[in-house]
């Protein structure tokens, strides 16, 4: 089945050392975003590719990069991790079709910052 | 500022009784789409809806888009404990940036 994969599911880090988390997606979708969500708050953007156009939201800290290498992967970089953000991170996918921007999410990384 | 405004905020009933949230907003937006989000998941699409008055259903869920697509609802009959979840309602940015404008959610718990 084509689907949006997210790896890893859990990851622990220390203060201030980087990490990385990786998408994957098999639909061919053009569009790759990449989400903060943090415990019962709604998905917060925080930028999206579209193909190789990179598009950052003007909130987000400079903290956070990104790179998507082709079509089908898409990366997360944190350069030096904060106790403020361990969240839920969430990758998605869009095909913009010109109509209706739906959006399949992947099933999300859980980040610790000890 | 787009915004979507979600009630209600919590909502914990009894398995096999009936109920609706909303979404609402002052914005026009050209599609709305609803997602369903289980603890440690990502929100799974439920639906999309694009035209003003239609309703969709989805088994024992019902969507309803406004008139003057402002706003949107979701009713559940006869819930059931897999219902559970966080919805989110969703809906296209105005400037056609590729960006969806979230609600806040509402966090339904069915009880057994």
């Known amino acids: 089945d084509a689907m949006v994969i997210q790896n890893p599911r859990y990851q622990v880090t220390q203060f201030g050392k980087p990490v990385t988390l990786s998408c994957s997606q098999t639909l061919n979708h053009n569009v790759m975003y990449w989400y903060q969500q943090k415990s019962s708050q709604a998905p917060k953007l925080l930028f999206h590719?579209?193909?190789?156009?990179?598009?950052n939201e003007a909130d987000t800290p400079d903290n956070f990069q990104s790179r998507r290498p082709n079509t089908s992967f898409c990366f997360l970089d944190i350069r030096s991790p904060g106790l403020g953000d361990a969240a839920m991170y969430l990758c998605?996918?869009?095909?913009?079709?010109?109509?209706?921007?739906?959006?399949?999410f992947g099933p999300g990384t859980r980040l610790t910052v000890t | 500022t787009q915004l979507l405004e979600q009630s209600p905020q919590f909502l914990s009933i009894q398995e096999g009784e009936n109920l609706t949230v909303y979404c609402n907003s002052s914005s026009v937006f050209s599609s709305l789409q609803w997602y369903r989000q289980e603890p440690g998941e990502g929100p799974v699409l439920l639906v999309t809806v694009v035209t003003g008055g239609e309703v969709k259903k989805l088994k024992r869920l019902t969507f309803q888009f406004g008139d003057a697509r402002k706003d949107s609802s979701l009713h559940i009959t006869a819930a059931q404990p897999g219902d559970t979840g966080l919805y989110l309602c969703a809906g296209e940015s105005q400037n056609r940036d590729d960006k969806i404008i979230f609600g806040k959610g509402t966090r339904l718990h069915i009880l057994p």
């Open positions: 590719y579209y193909d190789k156009d990179f598009n």
């Open positions: 998605a996918t869009s095909r913009n079709s010109g109509t209706a921007y739906e959006q399949y």
